[in-house]
C-alpha cells in the first residue's frame, strides 16, 4: 500500500473536490451516515469527515485495527466504519452519556465498539497491541497524553489529530494541539505527511509511522 500523503490547503469546496477525486462515492456516504448521527456541536466538519473518509479507507482489510480517541455522538467513528467496513473500530470516551448515544447511533456498525473509558486506560490495555490507524479527537487540554499511541502503529500506520489550529484561529483555535503536534514534529525531524488546511485556519494533521520510530516524549529515534 502507498500511503496518501497531502498538503491541501483551502475552502470546503476544494477540499471536497479534493477527496472526490479518490472517493468518489463519498458524498452518497456522508449523507448517509448524517441520517444516523444527527450533527452536534464541535464535531468534525463536512469536508474533515470526508479526508477522515480517505484515509481510513486505507485500512479496510481483515484484521486491521482502527482506534477514535473522542467518541462525541459517533460521527466520525461512523464515517470510518463506512470506509473501513472490514477493520475493527475501537471508539473510546468516558463520558457515559455519550458513551449511550453513540452506541444507539452506531448499532448499525457492527464493526465497531463504544468503550467506556478514558485514552490513557485504554491505552495500558492495548500496549501490545498492534495498530494500523488512530483518530485522536479527544480531550484536547491532555492531548500530549495520547501521543505515545504512535508506538502502537504498525509501520505504515496513520496517527491522525484533529483540530490542529492555530490560537489565531477566528473559529476554533487549539493552542494544546497546535503546540503538542508543533513539537511533535520538532522531535520526529519532519513535518505531518498529512496536512489539512481548511476554513479559518482549521486543521487535521496526522503522521505514518517509519520503520524504528519510537516516541518517548523525549526523544524519537
Known amino acids: 500500500m502507498i ?3 497531502f498538503s491541501l490547503c483551502g475552502d470546503a469546496d476544494k477540499i471536497m473536490a479534493y477527496v472526490r477525486k479518490y472517493a468518489p462515492g463519498v458524498d452518497y456516504v456522508l449523507r448517509r451516515v448524517r441520517e444516523q448521527v444527527p ?3 464541535r464535531e468534525i466538519r463536512l469536508h474533515e469527515a470526508a479526508i ?3 484515509l481510513a479507507g486505507q485500512f479496510n482489510r481483515n484484521g486491521a485495527q482502527i482506534i477514535e480517541l473522542g467518541t462525541c455522538h459517533g460521527w466520525s467513528a461512523a464515517v470510518m466504519a463506512e470506509a473501513a467496513p472490514l477493520a475493527r473500530i475501537r471508539t473510546c470516551t468516558p463520558n457515559s452519556v455519550h458513551v449511550k448515544i453513540a452506541r444507539e447511533n452506531l448499532k448499525t456498525y457492527h464493526n465497531v465498539d463504544v468503550i467506556e473509558t478514558f485514552s490513557v486506560e485504554l491505552l495500558g490495555h492495548c500496549h501490545a497491541e498492534i495498530i494500523d490507524m488512530v483518530f485522536v479527537d479527544g480531550d484536547h487540554d491532555h492531548v500530549v497524553d495520547d501521543l505515545p499511541w504512535f508506538n502502537l502503529l504498525r509501520v505504515g500506520g496513520l496517527m491522525l489529530h484533529h483540530d490542529y489550529t492555530p490560537p ?5 483555535p ?9 513539537a511533535f514534529a520538532d522531535v520526529t525531524g519532519h513535518e505531518p505527511d498529512v496536512l489539512l488546511i481548511g476554513p479559518d485556519d482549521e486543521g487535521m494533521a496526522g503522521w505514518y509511522r517509519r520503520a524504528g520510530e519510537v516516541y518517548d516524549g523525549l526523544r524519537y529515534s
Not at 489565531?168 to 476554533?172: I, P, V
Not at 487549539?174 to 508543533?182: D, E, G, Q
Open 3 to 5: 500511503p496518501i500523503r
Open 39 to 41: 450533527h452536534v456541536k
Open 52 to 54: 477522515l473518509y480517505l
Open 168 to 172: 489565531t484561529s477566528a473559529t476554533r
Open 174 to 182: 487549539c493552542r494544546p494541539v497546535w503546540n503538542a503536534l508543533n
